[in-house]
């Protein structure tokens, strides 16, 4: 069966034992993994099949699962005008007298290879078209409907979540309203894109969002590459630099400025200086402001 580990520790599918697990996609799928080709990140596996798609599969716990299930990437099959991996079918198990589960899906093999780690630390050098496809694919899911809901991280963002992250950066409060909601990929990271021709993919998540959630996340994973980040932002900026944008801003901010996070990360100081930046900013506007200290 897939893995005898106690449900109830913490996980890492990069080193825990995986040979049943590949064993279950392959009865499942009725194909082969071709085994040299396997990527292994904490939560997920990847491997190429004997039909030349993808298989990708994931472990979460029953409770990170939630009413909207888990099958973000089989949902995204049907949205319009992005750039992602054709999905063609699913498996859903759970691991016996756990309550763990375990889902594999199959799409296409990506166009190109992922850009990178989620933090870049070199400009990858990317052509115009890819940003062009990138603005296409954003504005695109934008407009679609869904009742999804996004699960950064496979926490389901609330208004709550944004206001409590945003209030946990800054020493004062501001108004943290977000009016704006719209589907995101609620995942856009360097590792889950490709170069040089541009492709979204690990869908998992998506749902909808504060608006500039996606662009925000990518910037914030940028900034260890100055130029990248302000190209981001240059890209973007009709999100960014909405309400909602400095609002997100600050929220993926909060996510680095963490009181555990390692005093070399390149991207703590640009970080600390957006938001403070951002903070100002929304004073000037006569955005709401309470003292926390208080």
């Avoid at 939630?66 to 319009?80: I, K, S, V």
């Avoid at 690990?202 to 990518?218: F, I, K, T, V």
């Avoid at 609002?247 to 390149?266: E, N, R, S, V, Y």
Wanted: net charge negative; glycine share 6%.
């Amino acid at each position: 069966m897939p893995s005898s580990a106690p449900a109830d520790v913490p996980f890492d599918l990069r080193v825990e034992p995986i040979d049943d697990v590949l064993s279950e996609v392959e009865r499942a799928l009725a194909t082969r993994l071709d085994r040299a080709t396997l990527v292994r990140k904490r939560r997920s596996i990847g491997a190429r099949t004997s039909r030349g798609t993808w298989a990708r599969i994931e472990r979460r716990r029953s409770e990170k699962i939630g009413t909207q299930g888990w099958n973000g990437t089989e949902c995204a099959a049907a949205l319009h005008g992005v750039a992602r991996p054709r999905w063609h079918r699913a498996a859903v198990w759970r691991q016996p007298d756990t309550a763990v589960m375990w889902r594999v899906d199959e799409t296409d093999l990506l166009p190109a290879e992922p850009i990178g780690t989620s933090v870049l630390t070199a400009d990858p050098d990317l052509p115009h078209a890819w940003w062009q496809n990138l603005n296409a694919s954003l504005d695109a899911l934008g407009t679609q409907r869904t009742t999804r809901v996004a699960t950064p991280d496979t926490v389901m963002i609330t208004q709550h979540g944004v206001a409590e992250a945003i209030g946990r950066l800054l020493p004062y409060g501001i108004d943290t309203t977000v009016t704006n909601w719209r589907p995101a990929h609620a995942d856009l990271n360097w590792a889950n894109t490709t170069g040089p021709e541009f492709c979204l993919f690990d869908w998992e998540d998506w749902g909808m969002a504060p608006r500039a959630l996606d662009a925000a996340s990518l910037w914030g994973s940028s900034l260890a590459v100055p130029a990248l980040a302000a190209r981001v932002r240059q890209e973007r900026h009709h999100d960014l630099e909405s309400r909602d944008g400095n609002l997100m801003t600050l929220f993926i901010c909060a996510k680095i400025l963490t009181p555990d996070a390692h005093p070399d990360d390149p991207r703590l100081e640009p970080a600390h200086r957006m938001a403070a930046q951002i903070a100002e900013a929304l004073q000037r506007s006569g955005a709401p402001v309470m003292d926390r200290r208080a």
